[in-house]
């Protein structure tokens, strides 16, 4: 499947475009999110994180499939650096497994968690680290609702590492392509 032949400007260009995609997406949502979490009440943020985090974990997901596609159609098999090769793979299947399993099954989780605060009138103060008290009293007093915090704690450690693992392996593709430039 791969090519003897040097990639064209084109090849080059759209490489370069899906690997500084995916690293802007990643920086933006991860320092938007910060600013969203101490200026927003709970659910509008809980509402907003589950609409654009899927949306970003796919595009980055498709993103770094194709900037491994590109990859190895023009890296030969017999030149292949093994660093490089297992940082894209690894990069595109923790993408994918953020994408498909933990970022989805986080925000399934949140839409639960709001039906049982907003029957119970929380929810719209402002930041996530706000009434504290009344939150763990719902996670005391409701099963189901201590069982739902624990787990969405959970996926979103698991996505966050998983970002933080992309976020590497796109700092170190960004690191290798600086290294091979030939000029400015």
Known sequence: MSTDQEPTFTVKLLQLLLLSTYWGMQIWVTFISFVMD????????????????????HLGSACAFFNLTIYAVYHPSD????????????????????????????????????????????????????????????????????????RLWLYRLLSSLCNLCCIGCNFYSLCYMAENLVTL
């Open 79 to 150: 030149l292949l650096d093994a660093r490089e090769a297992f940082q894209f793979v690894i990069s595109v299947t923790v993408a994918a497994v953020n994408a498909q399993w933990f970022g989805q099954m986080a925000s399934e989780i949140m839409a639960d968690m709001h039906l049982i605060e907003q029957g119970c009138g929380l929810g719209q103060d402002i930041g996530l680290s706000s009434n504290r008290k009344a939150y763990a009293k719902l996670r005391e007093t409701d099963i189901k609702y201590r069982h739902l915090s624990g």
């Open 38 to 57: 101490n200026h927003l009440n709970r659910h509008t943020y809980g509402f907003i994180q589950s609409h654009l985090v899927p949306f970003y974990l």
